[in-house]
């Protein structure tokens, strides 16, 4: 079983920072990762970061050298350190667990979290 809970958004002037928080809590599972996802209105979601518990990291071009993930073992938590914002950044931020297999992350369908807004403003 997976549980995920995020926390961390907010409104953001653009160029600022925000540092997304997601706890996890896993058994009898198989998932060796946990990526954030984020989904804008009318758009779809994308995969932006991920970690393994190996501490692989994976990013989308459209956050590389601005976006930092990062995994607290000894909190069960995952961090999404965002700098840089932009207005084009503005979506509903959800923490996913998953695989990583063959230098690729796969979210599992079944282990979301419920999100948090960030909206950056010009």
């Known amino acids: 079983q997976v549980q995920l809970a995020e926390s961390g958004g907010g409104l953001v002037q653009s160029g600022g920072s925000l540092r997304l928080s997601c706890i996890y809590s896993i058994t009898h599972s198989n998932v060796n990762a946990i990526g954030w996802s984020r989904q804008a209105p009318g758009k779809e979601r994308e995969l932006v970061a991920a970690?393994?518990?190996?501490?692989?990291?994976k990013y989308s071009d459209s956050v590389k050298g601005r976006f930092t993930i990062s995994r607290d073992n000894t909190k069960n938590t995952v961090y999404l350190q965002m700098n840089s914002l932009k207005p084009e950044d503005t979506a509903v931020y959800y923490c996913n667990a998953g695989l990583y297999v063959y230098g690729g992350y796969h979210p599992s369908r079944a282990y979301w979290g419920q999100g948090t807004q960030v909206t950056v403003s010009l």
């Open positions: 970690v393994t518990f190996d501490e692989i990291t």
